[in-house]
């Protein structure tokens, strides 16, 4: 008997390669988990990864290999914000309009880059580069406001240097985030990186910087512990002391500033605040 053809029963439109890459992928994905359908999130950015957004077939391929209903897949993918229903462009632009970042110019960096784009919120520039979101706290209030590309970092954003950076990813350059890996991959690359397929780039760049660390200087110099603190670890266990360091290796003071706010020096900071008051 001939075997039969890996995912000759899939009601998806997937081409045969495409399809056997899926499964394999899949099974990679369901291996993680005792409870195959514990992988819907991954297997979402997976299928994501191929047409750059979760489609009808993207859909019926998850239900397929979990054993859920379309029905069941879908209502997990139109609850997170990070699966589009439409193509997606090639970068997401993030603008944080949360609180902190919101009050820090967030709000004027999104309306300028709404502007400058001619597109709205979750809405994608025609050339298919670049679709602007209003996206919610990143955990780098510190650094606020925040612009994430495909989830990279872009810190101590203005108005001005937003839009440059949005008009480099429109005409292909490379650009660097201000912390942790040291490109910007594709949206559809990035969600494979989601789906939990390592690209190698999670050790690069810059890690915490000195605002994020402000707060345990501060906290060391003045002898501060928290509470229980000194009985944490087991007992008999020394406890391991390690200093955060600035302008050494993991840290985002070693690198060249990316965009004029990034840069400490007057005229950084000049520049940021032009862009503070617009
Ligand atoms: S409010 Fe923007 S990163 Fe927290």
């Known amino acids: ?126 050339d298919g580069s670049v679709t602007l979101e209003r996206v919610e706290c990143n955990a780098a209030c510190d650094y606020a406001p925040v612009v994430m590309v495909n989830w990279e970092f872009f810190d101590n954003q203005t108005p001005e240097s937003a839009t440059e950076l949005a008009d480099r990813l429109r005409s292909g350059e490379q650009v660097t985030p201000t912390r942790g890996a040291d490109s910007v991959c594709s949206f559809k690359q990035m969600s494979r990186v989601l789906a939990g397929f390592d690209d190698g780039r999670a050790d690069e760049g810059a890690g915490a910087g000195g605002p994020t660390l402000e707060g345990l200087r501060i906290a060391r110099e003045r002898g501060w512990t928290a509470p229980g603190g000194e009985q944490a670890g087991a007992p008999g266990t020394p406890r391991v002391e390690v200093t955060p360091e600035t302008g050494t290796g993991q840290s985002s003071a070693e690198r060249k500033p990316t965009t004029p706010s990034d840069d400490t020096g007057p005229a950084g900071q000049a520049d940021a605040k032009e862009g503070d008051d617009d």
């Open 1 to 126: 008997m001939t075997a039969e053809p890996v995912g000759a029963r899939s009601r998806t439109g997937y081409d045969a390669e495409t399809l056997a890459a899926l499964v394999a992928d899949a099974e990679e994905i369901k291996g993680r988990y005792p409870d195959p359908r514990s992988g819907l999130l991954p297997l979402l950015h997976l299928v994501q990864s191929v047409e750059g957004y979760v489609s009808r077939d993207g859909i019926v391929f998850c239900a397929e290999q979990l054993g859920l209903t379309a029905a069941e897949v879908s209502a997990v993918a139109t609850f997170y914000t990070q699966y589009k229903r439409h193509p997606n462009g090639e970068y997401t632009v993030g603008v944080c309009t949360n609180t902190l970042c919101a009050v820090m110019g967030g709000d004027a960096i999104f309306d300028r880059l709404s502007q400058h784009l001619d597109v709205g919120h979750d809405e994608t520039t025609p």
